[in-house]
């Protein structure tokens, strides 16, 4: 990649773009168009891990297939959604497409995607008769097919078992769907109901999308928007340089762990090396675990995103989100490393490992970023845990599925954030009612972990509990998290938050501690799951937190009272 080249001038109804007033009014039209269309994706989608968790994302691109803008969904969508876009235009060429088109894929090798449950939906924009920009969305659909429900068992060994791929393929032509690839797609998954109404909705926001763009091309005109366009990436890159340029010399690395690689084994280190080189940020991952032999590989797509979301957090958090805050960032990590797999490794479970990648490159920067900006490791995992059985009410089978937040890091400023998705991941909970509407389920906890935050002048936030009970028998359980061997660290004298747990019958007398990876479990009627997701640690003395501090957490449970003599008192 290269550096960033000066942004240029253009006028925009007698403004120009170089103004910065103008340049985030027309960002935000930009922004504005890509939240309608996450917000349209998400009120009509009949699944409830769209619908009710917002497992999705949106994009705007460039006929070049440059980002221009993303909602601010899920920062690791952004590697589907790129790489969907890089992977459709190498298939079939901006000359061969046609208004009418859209584009559907999923794969993590032949289309830039990142897990195969990650459908990518592409829709090229045409103004003027020619092609303009494309319209993206990306859905996280609960099940593709393959060897389990939900299609990611964290100990598969290859793609070939996570439902199925899709290169870039034209599934609407002329303005109508091709029913009969549809068809094949949704077949040759779990809830082909589900996912045919899903699908049609992810095509109606991408046409959603176009009419946008073309509402604000009629207003603007086609010239100022390719103009504005093309100043809004160059401010961006402009911009990160000199955040780049202010780290002079500064080197930092920094070394965490997985539990395993999926199929059991050793922890899998991840390291991370950051400087300055020529003016472009080097991210290197030398050290890092070899690719992985169970599903916690990462694709290149998907490390990108990890890296460019990190990099964006901790140098400038209102950077705007597109193309040009990628070009003076350059990424090192050789094939076959576990942070970027080589085919036809498994990536199902790759979100645990881009987790850990970004917690690696946050810790490399606590060497070269000033103390007030130090943060602790959070919950840098995503646990997900999947439900599957005959459905309550009506023919065929369910499948539920949940990623799960955890403590948030402390920070120079301010206490770690309880309960909630860190880094690459932004979902929302599945809503108790909504769960046991759905499923033939029953939620017995849903709560705080009371004492898993790391002590600290600012502590670490709080994990959560979730304990779900069967109430048939022959449902099929699986679990896919991390986190049980190596705790959330602290900073500046800060301590450690706990780690996960994940347990079967909590509370009965077979109770049992499992592994952080569950791959069909069988339970029958009455018997339980419960997790609880790790805190995260704290920063700075403990002994440095105000004394009211201390006893609002002990009044609100997050801390009991044989924890005072870490902060110095009792």
Request: hydrophobic share 40%; proline share 6%; glycine share 12%.
């Amino acid at each position: 990649m290269s550096t960033a080249t000066p942004a240029k001038a253009a006028v925009v109804r007698g403004q120009t773009m170089a103004d910065p007033i103008a340049m985030e009014v027309f960002s935000n039209r930009l922004l504005t168009i890509t939240e309608e269309m996450g917000n349209t994706l998400i009120r009509s989608s009949f699944s409830t891990n769209i619908k009710e968790r917002k497992d999705c994302s949106v994009g705007l691109f460039d006929r070049h297939g440059r980002l221009v803008a993303q909602a601010s969904h899920i920062p690791l969508h952004l590697g589907s959604l790129r790489g969907s876009v890089k992977a459709t235009l190498e298939r079939f060429p901006a000359e061969a497409m046609r208004p009418g088109m859209s584009f559907i894929s999923n794969d993590p090798y032949l289309a830039g995607g990142t897990h195969t449950p990650d459908i990518a939906l592409v829709t090229p924009m045409f103004a003027d008769g020619e092609l303009r920009f494309f319209t993206a969305n990306i859905a996280h659909h609960s099940d593709v097919g393959g060897s389990v429900p939900g299609s990611i068992s964290a100990n598969a060994r290859t793609v070939f078992e996570e439902g199925i791929r899709l290169p870039p393929l034209l599934i609407m032509e002329d303005g109508k769907v091709r029913e009969d690839l549809l068809d094949l797609i949704v077949q040759n998954t779990r809830e082909p109901e589900e996912r045919t109404l899903d699908l049609r909705v992810q095509i109606a926001t991408n046409e959603q999308g176009n009419a946008a763009l073309g509402g604000l091309i009629a207003q603007m005109g086609l010239p100022a928007v390719e103009q504005a366009v093309e100043d809004i990436l160059a401010y961006t890159a402009r911009r990160l340089q000199m955040r780049i340029d202010a780290l002079g010399n500064a080197r930092g690395t920094f070394t965490c762990h997985l539990d395993d690689d999926g199929a059991g084994g050793d922890p899998v280190p991840v390291t991370t090396t950051v400087w300055v080189e020529d003016g472009r940020l080097v991210v290197d991952f030398a050290g890092t675990g070899p690719q992985a032999k169970g599903a916690l590989n990462v694709s290149a797509s998907a490390l990108e995103a990890t890296v460019f979301y990190s990099a964006k957090a901790l140098l400038d958090p209102q950077l705007m989100p597109n193309e040009g805050m990628m070009q003076s960032i350059e990424i090192r990590a050789e094939k076959g490393l576990i942070v970027n797999a080589q085919f036809p490794a498994a990536t199902g479970a790759r979100s645990i490992t881009c987790q850990k990648i970004a917690r690696s490159i946050f810790g490399a920067f606590r060497s070269i970023l000033p103390a007030d900006r130090l943060m602790a490791s959070g919950n840098d995992d995503l646990p997900t845990v999947v439900f599957s059985g005959r459905h309550a009410r009506r023919e065929g089978t369910y499948v539920y599925l949940e990623t799960l937040g955890g403590g948030g890091p402390a920070t120079g400023r301010t206490d770690g954030m309880n309960a909630v998705h860190v880094h690459v991941t932004n979902t929302s909970n599945l809503p108790v009612e909504a769960l046991e509407n759905e499923y033939p389920l029953m939620v017995d906890a849903y709560a705080l972990v009371e004492r898993s935050g790391g002590a600290g002048r600012q502590r670490g936030g709080l994990g959560l509990v979730r304990q779900v009970t069967s109430l048939q028998d022959g449902t099929i359980f699986s679990a896919r998290s991390d986190g049980q061997k190596h705790a959330p660290t602290g900073v500046a004298g800060g301590c450690d938050g706990l780690p996960a747990r994940l347990y079967l019958d909590y509370g009965l007398p077979g109770e049992k501690i499992l592994p952080s990876k569950v791959t069909h479990l069988t339970l029958n009627q009455g018997e339980n799951i419960r997790i609880e997701t790790g805190g995260a640690g704290g920063l700075g003395d403990p002994t440095e937190r105000p004394a009211t501090a201390v006893q609002t957490d002990l009044d609100n449970g997050f801390i009991a009272p044989e924890d005072l003599p870490l902060y110095g008192r009792g």
